[in-house]
């Protein structure tokens, strides 16, 4: 039986624990609460903190770092995060799955492969880079053996918030026959990643003896917002639309609302075609992305119906 421990019970975190419990492994969910998941044993801890992670980590054969501080608080929260994560492969011997994002690349010429160059100017994709090319250095040091997983913006059952741009905020106005207002030229192709097939790479860049070091993409479908909001309409016989928030709009609530600040910096990410190609992942780890209508059938039927929790496999 394999074990592992995740840093971070979040939408991912969460995702993952209950995908690897439901195939027989032991995980250990670390937070700072001890948030609990089915299938799982919480356990509270700071992922900043080596001596924590150390410790929840020990007879892990894996750790999986899914914990993301708030936008605002990256470049103080995360240096220490990747030091302690460090520290903990080093000392328990566990491989290290880092959760990714596509900030460090900054804005594309065309698809973002595993191989792009990390060339971002932007603060928060500076820190992502930094931290990977420490992981990165310590595995080539043979300190660590480690990977990390990138996704694009995720979507999927409970996805929220005023950084997720295909959530709540996107399907409800569209549900309710209103106007959904979105980040950026929503004609404009962009890759989105379903919550489970983020886990499932997750697992499968774990149980890939041969590519450590390196990093692999979620397989994801890239897919305009403005011909999401068509299928949305057509499907579900609602009459939604979409339109964009103006940049200066964007700008002056950077101004009083802090996170709307680090949304703007970013929002280059909508303004050009943002696709990342997943090749490598689906030929060398045989993930493939969970069929777009059935992805949009359940995250939708998640707004339509909504729980007081969502469970997503």
């Known amino acids: ?36 998941v089915p299938g799982a044993t919480p356990v509270k801890l700071d992922a900043s903190n080596p001596a924590d992670v150390t410790r929840a980590a020990r007879g ?26 460090i520290k903990s492969a080093r000392d328990s011997g566990a491989g290290l799955v880092l959760m990714g994002n596509l900030y460090a690349y900054g804005p594309p010429d065309g698809p973002m492969t595993e191989h792009s160059q990390l060339a971002t100017t932007e603060k928060k994709g500076l820190v992502r880079k ?8 310590a595995h080539e040091r043979g300190e660590i053996r480690a990977v990390e997983v990138r996704a694009s913006d995720y979507f999927g059952p409970g996805a929220a918030g005023m950084s997720t741009h295909l959530g709540g905020g996107f399907f409800q106005p569209l549900l309710a026959s209103k106007t959904a207002r979105v980040v ?105 992305a969970t069929s777009w209508d059935q992805a949009l059938e359940v995250t939708v039927d998640s707004y339509r119906k909504p729980s007081a929790s969502h469970s997503v496999r």
């Open 1 to 36: 039986m394999a074990r592992h421990l995740i840093l971070g019970a979040g939408l991912v975190g969460g995702t993952l624990a209950r995908q690897l419990s439901a195939r027989g492994d032991q995980v250990t969910l670390g937070t700072r609460s001890g948030t609990t």
């Open 60 to 85: 892990a054969d894996t750790i999986f770092v899914c914990t993301n501080p708030p936008y605002t608080n990256w470049a103080a929260d995360w240096p220490p995060i990747f030091d302690a994560v």
């Open 130 to 137: 930094a931290g990977w090319e420490k992981v990165l250095a």
């Open 184 to 288: 950026g030229d929503p004609a404009l192709e962009h890759s989105w990643s379903f919550l489970p097939d983020i886990a499932a790479t997750l697992t499968a860049a774990a149980d890939h003896p041969g590519e450590w070091g390196r990093a692999w993409h979620v397989p994801s479908a890239s897919v305009p917002r403005s011909e999401i909001a068509r299928q949305v309409n057509e499907r579900w016989g609602v009459k939604g639309r979409v339109a964009p928030i103006p940049q200066w709009s964007l700008k002056a609530l950077g101004t009083v609302i802090p996170i709307m600040r680090e949304i703007s910096a970013s929002s280059y990410q909508f303004t050009m075609p943002f696709v990342i190609d997943s090749e490598e992942t689906r030929k060398m780890l045989g993930v493939k």
